[in-house]
Structures are given as C-alpha cells and as structure tokens.
C-alpha cells in the first residue's frame, strides 16, 4: 500500500486496540479480525481505483461490497464489511450515507460425528490433558478459548459445578458432571508444575514443548493440535476440529432426549433458539423412523406396504410422534418435508435451524 494508506491503518490499529483491549477474558478477535479486513479493503481500493482512504466515495463502497458478495460467502461477509463499517464510521467519522449494509449470519448445517464417533474421539484420548479436553469437549460444551480461562478454583466438587468466565452469555456456571470431575482429578495428579505464580491456579500447564511449565495464552491453538491429535489416533477420515466436537455433542445430546432447557443451561446460550440451531437430527431421523416401523411390523410378520399409505395419513402418523414429544419440531418440519413434499410452503428468506 501506499505511505498515506499505511499510515491511517497503523493509526486505526492503536484506534482498535483502545476501542477493543485485550485482557485476561478477551482473546481480541474483533481488534485482529478489524485490522485484517480493513487491510484488505485499503489493499482492493489503491489497486482498482488508484485512490487513498481520504478519497473514498460512496460508490466506491457499494463497488467493493459487489466485489465481496461476488468473490466471497455470506458468512464471511459478516465481519469482513462490518470492519469497513468501522474505519469508515467510527474511526474516519463519515457520514452515515457511507454505511455498507451487511448481510445477515446464514445457519448452516454441518456432517457432525455420530454417537460411536464420539466415543471413538474419548476412546483416543491417552494422556491426561487429551481426555479431560475431551470429556469437557463433550459434556461442557467448552470453547478453545474457554479452556485458557480455566482455574482450579472454579470447581467447585462438592456441588457439582464448574464457574465459567463467560462474555458471551450470562450464565457464569455449569454442571461439573461426574466423569468430567472424574478426569479433572486425575489430570491433576499428572499437571506439570507451573513455572510462574500467577499460573499456579490456572488448570492447563502446557506439558511439553517450548512453552512447558507455562499457562496457555488466551489465543493459544492448544485445543485445536489436541483435539487433532485426539483425531488422527482415531483415524477419522475426514477434518475433526474443536468446533465440530461442540455441536456434535449437543446433537446426541438431542437424541439421548435430553430436554432442550438442560442443554441451552449447559451451552450457556442466553436463549433457546440458540440451542435448538445445533439440533442436526433432522432427515436423518425420519428416516429411521420409517426403517424401524417398517422392520417391526416385518419381524411380527405384519405387512406393511408404505406404498398403499395415502401420503396424508404418513403425515398423521408424523404428527403423532411430534405431539407424543418423540420428536423436536426441527425434526417434524424435516419430516413433512419428506412425506408431503409439494406441500404450500411460507416463503424464506434464510433457514436458521441449522448449526451457525
């Protein structure tokens, strides 16, 4: 980029870093994500309209946002025009003609691990560190960063509760189950010996390596190499990473029939349509819905020809297991969709039942 270019951004970045602090519960994703985007933007306008930042004009931010709806996915458009949004808004102060509308947060839905990949992933776990990540992977539902921020005194064995430092909601506390207690305890019968003392109550110590003896940093990836490394011993085929461990658990929670109010408190999501996006039953439950009713009714030698069932009573049935809360309403809707699909449909404009 050019000096005037190069210069505003270094200003914008000590901007970011007042605006958006890092500190002991804050990784600072928002100050890097911000920086890096409006990098990108500067980077986009110097080469296409030979201009500097002190030049830009609306149409030149309506034109970088075709480019970016053409070049890149709705998703990532999120935060990648909402730090346009930023430098030009707040930081340069234009005026709010100059706002890039951005798009909404498109739920979509991901191949999550079965029940018996789960256990496959705790089954691999070996070392002490492996299986307490994992067994808080799947029954606390914890983020890469969450594990940075654990204490020793945040678990509190007698009541069964594990104290979260927790920005994103406002439950501070879940269940300390008793297998996660279970491996709390032995991993610190084996947790190397921290090197500094403002580390000693923290409950990661990085047990080899150049860091070894030291608390892992707020933006450290050692969750993602240990759930890789958790991974690649189980011989999975395809990419297992942090964020997929999470939703799935939350899945099979679903289908063990978990009630939905237990998961959201567990997830710590402040409501219960957060929790619901991660409900990924969907067609794959209808259909062994229908497989088991059609092999029960074969194993008791009773005929039973879907065929010659009017598609109306198929959906009767449906309806049934949904009002005996067999089923989540994700799952009935899925399966209407399956029995009576030229039903009337309401238009949409972005299914949100999906993990996001």
């Known amino acids: 980029m050019n000096g005037k270019n ?21 990784v600072g994703h928002t100050q890097r ?32 946002r075709t480019y970016c709806q053409e070049t890149y996915k709705q998703n990532g458009n999120v935060i990648r025009l ?14 709010k003609t100059f706002r ?8 979509v839905n991901k191949p999550i691990l079965s029940k018996v990949e789960l256990q496959k992933y705790l089954d691999a776990a070996e070392t002490s560190l492996e299986k307490l990540v994992s067994r808080y992977q799947i029954d606390g539902h914890l983020r890469n960063e969450d594990f940075n921020r654990l ?23 879940i269940d300390l189950t008793p297998l996660m207690e279970k491996t709390y305890k032995e991993y610190l019968l084996h947790r190397v010996k921290p090197k500094r003392k403002e580390d000693e109550d923290k409950l990661i110590i990085i047990p080899k390596g150049s860091h070894y003896g030291f608390a892992p940093s707020l933006d450290s990836d050692i969750i993602y190499r240990i759930t890789k490394t958790i991974a690649a011993r189980a011989g999975f085929k395809r990419s297992v990473y942090p964020y997929l461990v999470k939703p799935s658990a ?8 978990v009630p939905p ?3 959201m408190v567990q997830s710590r999501h ?36 879907l065929s010659n069932i009017k598609s109306d009573d198929k959906a009767r049935l449906w309806l049934e297991k949904y009002l005996a809360r067999e089923i989540d309403v994700n799952t009935f809707i899925d399966g209407l969709d399956v029995l009576l699909p030229d039903r009337k449909k309401p238009k949409e404009e972005g299914d949100d039942r999906g993990y996001g």
Not at 156 to 169: A, E, G
């Open 270 to 305: 402040k409501n219960i349509e957060t929790t619901l996006r991660y409900d990924h039953t969907g067609l794959k439950m209808a259909r062994e819905f229908f497989n088991k009713a059609q092999r029960k009714n074969i194993d008791s030698n009773k005929s039973l020809d």
């Open 33 to 64: 994500n911000y920086h890096r985007f409006t990098r990108q933007f500067l980077e986009w306008i110097e080469a296409n309209k030979h201009k500097d930042y002190s030049e830009l004009t609306n149409e030149d931010l309506q034109e970088y």
């Open 6 to 26: 190069e210069h505003i951004l270094e200003e914008y970045q000590h901007y970011l870093r007042r605006e958006y602090p890092r500190t002991e519960t804050k």
């Open 100 to 107: 890039i509308p951005v798009p909404s947060s498109k739920h």
């Open 261 to 263: 109010g237990i998961i």
């Open 151 to 173: 204490r020793i005194s945040d678990h509190d064995c007698d009541n069964q509760i594990l104290y979260t430092d927790d920005s994103k909601s406002g439950d501070m506390a």
């Open 250 to 257: 939350i899945t099979d929670k679903f289908n063990d029939g």
């Open 82 to 95: 909402s730090a346009v949004n930023n430098f030009t808004l707040k930081f340069l102060k234009k005026e």
